[in-house]
C-alpha cells in the first residue's frame, strides 16, 4: 500500500507570493491532517479534514486554508507569504478509528 | 491547556548502550500517547502508541514506554542502542476524536557514538 504522498516535495518562492502544497493519504484514509514544523516552534498543527470538511483548525492566520476532495486527497494554500512562513509542512493521514497518524515526508517552504 | 515537555534537547549515548527519553505530558482527560522518529530530510514514523490498558507499551525497532499517570510522564526506552537510531524523537498527546490533532513535544535528538 502506497504511504502518504506529498508535492512538491521543495520549493522557493517571495515574500507576498501565494503557494499551494498537496497532500495524497494513503488509500482509503478519509483524515487529513496539516503540521507545520520550524526549528522554533516544533511542530504545529494547522488543521484536520475529514470528508471533505474541516474537523479542526489550529491557532494559525487566516492566510493558511486548506481543502479535502471527494477522493480524500487535499490541499492547503498560504497567501501573502512572509519570511517566517518557511518550514517543512507535514502532511498525515488517518484512518478514523485507529487514531495513528501516517505522515508523508514534507514538502519544504523556503521563503526569500 | 494540552501540553508536551521533552525536557532533554539532545542526548549522546554509546552504541550497545540503554536509551530513556523523557516525556511529560499536561491533559485534563486519560490522553492518546505516541512516540514519534524523524530521520533528516523525512517524515515521521509512528514508534508505539498508548490508548488504554497495560501501561507497558511495545513498539517497532525494540522500543518500549511506560504510561504513568500518577507521574504524567511516557517515557521511551531501548535496551541495546543501534548506531541506525540515530535520529529526533518526538512525543505527542492527542485526545479521543480528534486524533489528527496531536500536541508534540519540542523532541529529543539522539546521537550515537560508535
Known amino acids: 500500500k502506497a504511504g502518504v504522498t506529498q508535492t512538491p516535495r521543495y520549493l522557493i518562492k517571495t515574500r507576498g507570493q501565494q503557494v499551494t502544497l498537496s497532500c495524497s493519504p494513503i488509500?482509503?484514509?478519509?483524515?487529513v491532517s496539516w503540521y507545520q514544523q520550524t526549528p522554533g516552534q516544533g511542530l504545529q498543527f494547522l488543521f484536520e479534514?475529514?470528508?471533505?470538511?474541516?474537523?479542526n483548525k489550529g491557532n494559525f492566520p487566516g492566510r493558511f486554508s486548506g481543502r479535502q476532495f471527494s477522493n480524500s486527497r487535499s490541499e492547503m494554500n498560504v497567501s501573502t507569504l512572509e519570511l517566517g512562513d518557511s518550514a517543512l509542512y507535514l502532511c498525515?493521514?488517518?484512518?478514523?478509528?485507529?487514531?495513528?497518524?501516517?505522515f508523508g515526508e514534507g514538502s519544504r517552504l523556503t521563503v526569500l | 491547556a494540552q501540553s508536551v515537555t521533552q525536557p532533554d534537547i539532545h542526548i549522546t549515548v554509546s552504541e550497545g548502550a540503554s536509551l530513556e527519553l523523557r516525556c511529560n505530558y499536561s491533559?485534563?482527560?486519560?490522553?492518546?500517547l505516541f512516540w514519534y522518529v524523524q530521520s533528516p530530510g523525512q517524515g515521521l514514523q509512528l514508534l508505539l502508541k498508548?490508548?488504554?490498558?497495560?501501561?507497558l507499551v511495545q513498539g517497532i525497532k525494540g522500543f518500549e514506554a511506560e504510561f504513568k499517570r500518577s507521574q504524567s510522564s511516557f517515557n521511551l526506552r531501548k535496551p541495546s542502542v543501534h548506531w541506525s537510531d540515530a535520529a529526533e524523537y518526538f512525543c505527542?498527546?492527542?485526545?479521543?476524536?480528534?486524533?489528527?490533532?496531536?500536541?508534540f513535544g519540542k523532541g529529543t535528538k539522539l546521537s550515537v557514538k560508535p
Open positions: 498525515a493521514s488517518s484512518a478514523e478509528v485507529a487514531g495513528e497518524l501516517f
Open positions: 488509500s482509503g484514509h478519509r483524515s
Open positions: 479534514y475529514f470528508s471533505e470538511t474541516q474537523r
Open positions: 491533559y485534563g482527560a486519560t490522553p492518546y
Open positions: 498508548y490508548f488504554s490498558g497495560d501501561t
Open positions: 505527542a498527546v492527542g485526545a479521543q476524536g480528534s486524533q489528527g490533532n496531536l500536541i
